[in-house]
């Protein structure tokens, strides 16, 4: 079936460890992107990338970096310079007409 | 720079109606959408409106969009327990691509 997998569904992490979240998809979109959603929040844009080998930041991309190698894949990575990185971790692919974004069902990053 | 915003709660009784709201300020965004998310889950697209339309309608839900007011609302007709969820509103930013999220509105439907 064509879709967003994201894993792991959740995360442990001590502090001041580098993290990386995988995000898969095979809808044969050409825009990815990665939000953050804290507990009570909206979802807060951290990169997107509309083509292969190009990304751009988004509001909250400090402590974060992201790499587009292929159009299926684009992984995050919670560095350890992000202060606070405990949240939700949701990835989205979009592609041409509508244009809606289609959502994995997120990982649960818990740094301790 | 955009800015979508959205009421945070809405409480209805089961079998009637919820409107839940939204603002927006990008008047050029071609597309506005409504996703739902359930607790634990990612979003789940629901429907989305294209910007030369008034209104949209799809089985129990109905978009109105005013584009004057860049007001976009979202109504459930006939509301069960198992549509209590957060809607989110967003908006599709045509300068740079980007799907813009309001707030979020959590809606919880009692029998």
């Known amino acids: 079936d064509g879709g967003i997998t994201q894993s792991p569904k959740y995360l442990f992490r001590k502090e001041g460890q580098n993290v990386t979240l995988s995000c898969e998809q095979n809808?044969?979109?050409?825009?990815m992107y990665w939000y953050r959603q804290d507990p009570g929040q909206g979802l807060r844009l951290i990169y997107y990338?509309?083509?292969?080998?190009?990304?751009q930041k988004g509001d909250i991309a400090e402590g974060y970096s992201v790499s587009r190698e292929k159009k299926e894949s684009f992984p995050l990575t919670v560095t350890s310079a992000q202060k606070n990185p405990t949240a939700f971790y949701l990835c989205a692919s979009s592609g041409t007409g509508v244009q809606a974004a289609f959502f994995g069902q997120g990982t649960r990053l818990t740094v301790v | 720079g955009e800015d979508v915003e959205q009421s945070l709660f809405l409480s209805v009784r089961e079998g009637d109606s919820s409107v839940i709201n939204c603002t927006y300020t990008?008047?050029?965004?071609?597309?506005l959408y409504w996703y739902k998310q359930e607790p634990g889950a990612g979003l789940q697209l629901l429907t989305y409106?294209?910007?030369?339309?008034d209104m949209k309608q799809d089985q129990r839900l109905t978009v109105l969009l005013n584009k004057k007011d860049k007001h976009l609302s979202l109504r459930i007709a006939d509301t069960q327990t198992g549509d209590s969820a957060i809607y989110f509103c967003?908006?599709?930013?045509?300068?740079?691509?980007?799907?813009?999220f309001g707030t979020g509105t959590r809606l919880l439907v009692s029998p």
């Open positions: 990338s509309q083509i292969v080998n190009d990304f």
């Open positions: 809808l044969n979109h050409d825009a």
């Open positions: 990008d008047s050029s965004s071609t597309y």
């Open positions: 967003a908006e599709r930013d045509t300068g740079f691509q980007k799907l813009v």
């Open positions: 409106i294209f910007s030369n339309m």
